[in-house]
C-alpha cells in the first residue's frame, strides 16, 4: 500500500501524509524491511536527504500475517475516514500487474523519499543504485508502485517496466497508479564476451 492508496494527497492532509509514512519507517525498523538513508554534507554536518524502505522476498508492509506490523496500521486507520478508500483496490492494482502472490516473492521498493532541498542531486538514483545490484545478484525480480506520472521516466531508467495502471476513486479526489517490475539486471548494458 502507498499514500494514495488511503484516499489523501500531502497537499490536503500533511498531518496524515506524515503518520502514514511514521508507520511505513515503523514496520520496517521492526524488522519487516530495509531501511536506508543518504546522507549529504552541509558545511560539515551530515544531513538526511533522503530515505528508502525495501521489503525482501517473503516480506511485504502491512503483512496480515505479521500481527506487530498491524498494530501500527490499526492505530493509524482509527485517524481515517470510517469509509474503506481503496485498501482491497490497490491489491488488485499489483494482481492486475504481477499475479496472484508474486509481489512478496519480489523485492519490492515501499518507499523512496528525498528532501526537497535535495531533488535533483542524485540522492534518490543512488539510493535505488545502492540496492540493485544487491538483487540483481540474487537473481530476483524488484517492483514499485506509484502515483506520480513523473516517476515512470525515472524508474523507467532503471529498467522498471509498467505492467498494471488503475485509477482509483476517493472522497478526496481520484487518483491513478502504476505498478513496475523490474527483472534482475534490466536496464544495464552486460559485458560483451
Not at 516473492?105 to 528532501?115: T, Y
Request: charged share 20%; with cysteine; hydrophobic share 35%.
Amino acid at each position: 500500500m502507498t499514500f494514495p492508496a488511503v484516499g489523501y494527497t500531502y497537499e490536503k492532509n500533511p498531518e496524515i501524509h506524515n503518520d502514514f509514512h511514521r508507520v511505513e519507517l515503523q514496520t520496517a525498523l521492526m524488522g519487516a524491511g530495509r531501511v536506508f538513508g543518504a546522507f549529504i554534507d552541509i558545511e560539515g554536518v551530515e544531513r538526511l536527504a533522503g530515505i528508502a524502505i525495501w521489503y525482501g522476498p517473503g516480506k511485504q508492509f502491512l503483512d496480515e500475517n505479521d500481527p506487530e506490523q498491524l498494530v501500527y496500521w490499526t492505530h493509524f486507520s482509527n485517524k481515517l475516514d470510517p469509509k474503506p478508500v481503496s485498501g482491497g483496490r490497490k491489491c488488485q492494482l499489483t494482481l492486475d500487474g504481477l499475479g496472484e502472490g508474486v509481489k512478496k516473492g519480489l523485492f519490492h521498493l515501499q518507499v523512496l523519499g528525498v528532501h526537497p532541498n535535495f531533488h535533483r542531486r542524485g540522492v534518490g538514483r543512488a539510493l535505488i543504485d545502492y540496492m540493485l545490484p544487491q538483487i540483481d545478484a540474487q537473481g530476483i525480480a524488484s517492483c514499485v508502485e506509484t502515483a506520480n506520472e513523473a516517476n515512470m521516466l525515472f524508474y523507467g531508467s532503471f529498467g522498471f517496466q509498467v505492467k498494471s495502471k488503475k485509477e482509483f476513486p476517493s472522497t478526496h479526489g481520484d487518483f491513478v497508479m502504476w505498478c513496475l517490475r523490474r527483472e534482475p539486471n534490466a536496464g544495464k548494458e552486460l559485458p560483451s564476451n
